[in-house]
């Protein structure tokens, strides 16, 4: 059997990839462009991809491919009607994040609300020369306990955010795409409404027709002035002008992304204005990435490979 992996450098950090010799023969590839696909697939049974875009003129060219396995929960870089016309079956990994990106979510927040990197420079450029009573009135920060905090999507990730969330004392509430019902301990409000209400608002849904743009400034402006919001899902979701113009002109007081429209993120992406710099904090979508959380996506993508030839039908999406 043949394996490629082909955009193994996206994941940003080392992975565990011994046990996919088992299988047969792997070939590893740093960063394959799109176009580049074809070319590198003759004779494979199984492609193994982080970002790249599978699709009908991606793999116009391979036959005989069975298995592709999307390193990740997304699988919006992969075109599942063709993959189910041309017989080739697709496998995600779901869950095995949901700590890492929890995790995450929290760290960006308390970066944003305690302000650590004032905090911090101050500490060691300012404190010694300055006086007893220095104030630091511009860099007021406030606790969470007794806060709304809105989730939109509560699946594995939005749940264990919602949990953290309740440790620290918050309210926590959330919005649903789909319209339905995902827990009975939380209260589900329309879009408006958690908009409205959440002092912390955080994204964990997949991008789909529905989550699309779905919140640009027409949303942003229904927003509290004091609330952050954190966009842990996909950069399709949260329309970034949208959200640099609202961070601009203040009607929110911050913002937090780790995924975006284009990733890298353009130099020219207004998320990147010097002018909000001090209210945005910006990751280049590395949530998923703790050591633990890597070494349960190999598990898993190992597991999908045994299953799909054992015919099983583990983690299988087509």
Same mark, same amino acid.
């Given at each position: #059997? !043949?394996?490629?992996?082909?955009?193994?450098?996206?994941?940003?950090?080392?992975? /565990?990839?011994? $046990?996919?010799?088992?299988?047969?023969?792997?070939? %590893?590839?740093?960063?394959?462009?799109?176009?580049? %696909?074809?070319?590198?697939?003759?004779?494979?049974?199984?492609?193994?991809? !982080?970002?790249?875009?599978? /699709?009908?003129?991606?793999?116009?060219?391979?036959?005989?491919?069975? %298995?592709?396995?999307?390193?990740?929960?997304?699988?919006? @870089?992969?075109?599942?009607?063709?993959?189910?016309? &041309? /017989?080739?079956?697709?496998?995600?990994?779901?869950?095995?994040?949901?700590?890492?990106?929890?995790?995450?979510?929290?760290? #960006?927040?308390?970066?944003?609300?305690?302000?650590?990197?004032?905090?911090?420079?101050?500490?060691?450029?300012?404190?010694?020369?300055?006086?007893?009573?220095?104030? *630091?009135?511009? *860099?007021?920060?406030?606790? %969470?306990?007794?806060?709304?905090?809105?989730?939109? $999507?509560?699946?594995?990730?939005?749940?264990?955010?919602?949990?953290?969330?309740?440790?620290?004392?918050? @309210?926590?509430?959330?919005?649903?795409?789909?319209?339905?019902?995902? +827990?009975?301990?939380?209260?589900?409000? +329309?879009?408006?409404?958690?908009?409205?209400?959440?002092?912390?608002? +955080?994204?964990?849904?997949?991008?789909? +027709?529905?989550?699309?743009?779905?919140?640009?400034?027409?949303?942003?402006?229904?927003?509290?002035?004091?609330?952050?919001?954190? &966009?842990?899902?996909?950069?399709?979701?949260?329309?970034?002008?949208?959200?640099?113009?609202?961070?601009?002109?203040?009607?929110?007081?911050?913002?937090?992304?780790?995924?975006?429209?284009?990733?890298?993120?353009?130099?020219?992406?207004?998320?990147?204005?010097?002018?909000?710099?001090?209210?945005?904090?910006?990751?280049?979508?590395?949530?998923?990435?703790?050591?633990?959380?890597?070494?349960?996506?190999?598990?898993?993508?190992?597991? &999908?490979?045994?299953?799909?030839? /054992?015919?099983?039908?583990?983690?299988?999406?087509?």
């Amino acid at each position: #059997m !043949n394996l490629v992996f082909s955009d193994l450098k996206s994941l940003g950090f080392p992975v /565990n990839l011994e $046990g996919l010799h088992q299988f047969g023969n792997v070939v %590893l590839y740093d960063c394959l462009a799109d176009y580049e %696909l074809s070319a590198h697939l003759k004779d494979v049974d199984v492609l193994i991809t !982080n970002q790249n875009q599978i /699709n009908e003129n991606t793999l116009k060219d391979v036959s005989g491919l069975k %298995l592709i396995c999307q390193t990740g929960t997304g699988y919006d @870089n992969i075109d599942i009607d063709f993959c189910k016309r &041309n /017989n080739i079956a697709v496998t995600n990994v779901a869950g095995y994040s949901s700590e890492s990106v929890a995790q995450h979510t929290f760290a #960006m927040l308390f970066h944003l609300i305690s302000q650590i990197g004032y905090f911090d420079e101050f500490a060691r450029n300012q404190w010694a020369d300055s006086p007893v009573n220095n104030s *630091h009135k511009d *860099h007021q920060f406030f606790e %969470l306990a007794g806060k709304t905090w809105g989730i939109i $999507g509560l699946g594995q990730i939005g749940t264990a955010v919602a949990r953290h969330a309740e440790g620290f004392g918050c @309210n926590v509430k959330y919005y649903s795409s789909s319209s339905e019902a995902r +827990s009975e301990r939380y209260e589900a409000l +329309s879009l408006k409404e958690i908009l409205e209400q959440s002092d912390i608002l +955080s994204i964990h849904s997949p991008l789909n +027709s529905k989550t699309l743009d779905l919140i640009s400034y027409e949303e942003l402006k229904c927003m509290k002035p004091t609330a952050y919001i954190l &966009n842990l899902g996909r950069g399709g979701i949260l329309n970034e002008e949208a959200l640099a113009h609202a961070l601009e002109c203040q009607m929110i007081r911050g913002a937090g992304l780790d995924v975006f429209c284009i990733e890298p993120l353009e130099n020219g992406s207004p998320l990147k204005k010097n002018s909000i710099a001090n209210r945005i904090c910006l990751t280049p979508h590395i949530g998923y990435a703790s050591i633990e959380a890597r070494e349960r996506l190999m598990e898993q993508i190992i597991g &999908n490979i045994f299953c799909f030839f /054992n015919h099983q039908n583990r983690n299988r999406v087509v």
